[in-house]
T-cell receptor
Framework: SAVISQKPSRDICQRGTSLTIQCQVD?????MFWYRQQPGQSLTLIAT?????????ESGFVIDKFPISRPNLTFSTLTVSNLSPEDSSIYLC??????FGPGTRLTVT | AQTVTQSQPEMSVQEAETVTLSCTYD???????LFWYKQPPSRQMILVIR??????QNATENRFSVNFQKAAKSFSLKISDSQLGDTAMYFC??????????????FGDGTTLTVKP
């Protein structure tokens, strides 16, 4: 199975700023998935990132708030923009349907 | 749309005992995957076991086994000889088969399992 690394592992950000999360995979994959896990809750899919095309967003998530880049087959970034305390969550990258990165814990103050 | 239901928010078990976590799902698909993940406080999502819907044989991985009842849309996880390290949140998840979908999953709300010494 693929191995995923994410940066940063955690961050504390001021409201109104943005955070960009990086996801690096050790092999080439067609699709990468970004999930959000709010405190004490389950995982919710934000979007699917395809190399060479626009990301596909799930209901309730928009590109202006969660812009995604996918410059090649091993890398993707998720930006969480105009941060508010409600964005405090764990953000996880996933590939191959069942391989997850270690997650990025975001706290917005 | 698919839904996954875990009806047990919290469970506990004595060390060395056996515990079963419940999961039901709803789908109109005939070919799909079901998963159980473990999420310890470190937040890493760890795949515990995977079941392909077209396989009638229940999946097993060491102390972990599933009872997959396709007609009843039930997918329970049995943990035998529970260990303190099994303490974690457990998520049940559904994914359409890759041939018809990109591989995105739908998760249940999770069950917090505590193994007591």
């Amino acid at each position: 199975s693929a191995v995923i690394s994410q940066k940063p592992s955690r961050d504390i950000c001021q409201r109104g700023t943005s955070l960009t999360i990086q996801c690096q995979v050790d092999s080439q994959v067609t699709m990468m998935f970004w999930y959000r896990q709010q405190p004490g809750q389950s995982l919710t899919l934000i979007a699917t990132a395809n190399q060479g095309s626009e990301a596909t967003y799930e209901s309730g998530f928009v590109i202006d708030k969660f812009p995604i880049s996918r410059p090649n087959l091993t890398f993707s970034t998720l930006t969480v923009s105009n941060l508010s305390p409600e964005d405090s969550s764990i953000y996880l990258c996933s590939v191959e349907g069942w391989v997850f990165g270690p997650g990025t814990r975001l706290t917005v103050t | 749309a698919q839904t996954v239901t875990q009806s047990q928010p919290e469970m506990s078990v004595q060390e060395a005992e056996t515990v079963t976590l419940s999961c039901t799902y709803d789908t109109s698909e005939s070919n799909y995957y079901l998963f159980w993940y473990k999420q310890p406080p470190s937040r890493q999502m760890i795949l515990v076991i995977r079941q392909e819907a077209y396989k009638q044989q229940n999946a097993t991985e060491n102390r972990f086994s599933v009872n997959f009842q396709k007609a009843a849309k039930s997918f329970s996880l049995k943990i035998s000889d529970s260990q303190l390290g099994d303490t974690a949140m457990y998520f049940c998840a559904f994914m359409k088969h890759r041939s018809t979908n990109a591989g995105k999953s739908t998760f249940g709300d999770g069950t917090t399992l505590t193994v007591k010494p």
